[in-house]
């Protein structure tokens, strides 16, 4: 695979090559390669299609878990958070060790103590990882799915953006289950604290706990606000917004 850097960016084919556009840039490769018929039937491609199938087994993870966390995903992500998230479910599903190779399932190594680890931590949006924008700890109560930071200074305590007025505190429960791919979520109410030397106490809840057989995610919300004339206004769009996956158990 090349990089093209010439003043013309194309795409499409043009004899035996062909030009494609990617996040990362325009690229430029041969055409042709192996038939998908011998891929998919020749005894010496085995381990192409092990690995075809567990990728397919990873992306459709990957898909129906930012589904379920449907809304509050569109507020704060980044435009490498698929492959970002199909990286560490695979490292999830390498955790299995009960399944042959090319059946090893996310759900199965998600039941391990090292499985909820890698997802422990996790930041939807790279733009904002929690720990660099929130400089306090954030504590979670898995019983109640409730979020505290105690003595929150925001002038001090936070990494505000460049025209920010107010912060918004939020969260969520989230109950997964990997196997069935049924889900729940719960989010809690949001507290609304303006960015100024003033101490707060921050805690939000939500009013029930996420239903279901799955696994626990509690996942913590941070939005930046502009206000003017009485209205408040999402900072690009979200950019300096954090979605964290606080706890999982």
Known sequence: M???TS???IEGSLDEITFYKTADGHYVRMKGGISKDRIMNDPSFVRTRENMSEFAHLARTGK????????????????KLTGRMTRTFSAVKKLDYSSSRGQ????????????????????????APLMQVVLKPVAVDTATAAFTITDLVPLEDLRVPEGATHVHFSGAHLNYDFATHQSDLQMCQM?????????????????????????????????????????????????FNVLHIVDVV
Do not use: C
């Open 64 to 79: 129906y878990f930012r589904q379920a966390i449907g809304g509050l995903l569109q507020q704060a992500k980044d435009n």
């Open 191 to 239: 507290m609304e604290v303006p960015l100024d030397m003033q101490t707060y106490q921050v805690s939000v809840a939500p009013q029930q706990l996420a239903a279901g057989n799955g696994l626990s995610f509690f996942l913590f919300f941070v939005s930046f606000y502009q206000e003017m004339n009485g209205h408040q206004y999402s900072l690009r769009n979200g950019m």
């Open 7 to 9: 003043l013309f960016k």
């Open 104 to 127: 090893r399932q996310v759900g199965i190594g998600m039941a391990t103590p090292q499985g909820k680890q890698l997802l422990k931590g996790f930041d939807f949006n790279r733009h």
């Open 2 to 4: 090349a990089k093209n």
